[in-house]
């Protein structure tokens, strides 16, 4: 098989009626830029297209899933004429994406799944995760907030208190106790989760296509009606915070490994 889509930050190879999406970025600990962003929702865009695919999994190189915004990459990005509003954009277009498929969606998590990061595993259908993996709404820490619809998503499936400690105090969440919340759909050891995926994939990949497409949609319907007016508010309030000191503040501190000192 070949890769039908390639860039410096993920890879997607088709595997029968399985599309795999690997982030490949293991060095930032799959931390992703506007690129990786705009083609990780073209690529899953392209694939809810194609017929002959049944099901997608999305995971990460090494042993993170992603680890959010590649802070490190914003400068050339913003210098090549990259926008708040259009980062905004290509994120909000990567999770519709996601949710918006025919074809269910499973994340395979190891590690962090933080920020952005986050919200791609939270909107997955099916997420699974390693036994010392963990989901982190680090936004706050570097003065920005949450996006992607995280937030909500966190809400919609555990309720307001969980989703505010975790906006409001940017703390990691351990896998058990995603999974108690009913965040997550299955907490397991290392050696137990890529048989779990597996079974997960092989069930989809040979399930009837139609009623798999309308049991999601409707699913989808029930938890997540709300997802489009909260992404948009978060483009508004989100594209305003990233062009504010603190924010500045907030990540020049994340890259020099320091405590931010906020002025607003």
Do not use: W
Request: charged letters at 20%; a negative charge.
């Amino acid at each position: 098989m070949t890769e039908i889509a390639t860039t410096p930050g993920f890879t997607a190879v088709p595997d029968g009626r399985v599309l795999r999406i690997t982030i490949t970025n293991p060095r930032r600990k799959n931390a992703i830029d506007y690129d990786t962003m705009v083609g990780l929702g073209e690529t899953v865009r392209a694939a809810s297209q194609n017929t002959a695919l049944r099901v997608i999994v999305l995971t990460g190189e090494g042993g993170d899933f992603c680890t959010g915004a590649d802070l490190a990459a914003a400068p050339a990005a913003t210098a090549r004429g990259v926008t708040s509003e259009m980062t905004m954009d290509a994120a909000n277009a990567m999770i519709k994406a996601i949710v918006d498929s025919p074809l269910p969606v499973i994340a395979r998590v190891r590690g962090a799944a933080a920020g952005i990061g986050a919200a791609f595993a939270l909107a997955a259908d099916l997420t699974y995760l390693a036994e010392d993996s963990y989901l982190l709404l680090a936004f706050i820490n570097i003065g920005l907030m949450p996006d992607g619809g995280a937030a909500a998503m966190v809400a919609a499936a555990a309720g307001r208190p969980l989703a505010a400690e975790m906006a409001l105090l940017g703390e990691r969440l351990p896998a058990a106790k995603a999974k108690q919340h009913g965040l997550v759909t299955d907490v397991l050891s290392a050696d137990e989760l890529d048989a779990r995926v597996e079974a997960a994939v092989a069930k989809l990949a040979n399930g009837p296509r139609r009623a798999t497409e309308l049991t999601k949609r409707t699913l989808h319907q029930a938890a997540l009606a709300a997802l489009d007016g909260v992404l948009a508010a978060e483009k508004v309030g989100q594209s305003e915070l990233l062009e504010a000191p603190d924010f500045a503040e907030g990540a020049a501190a994340m890259l020099q490994k320091r405590k931010p000192v906020f002025t607003d």
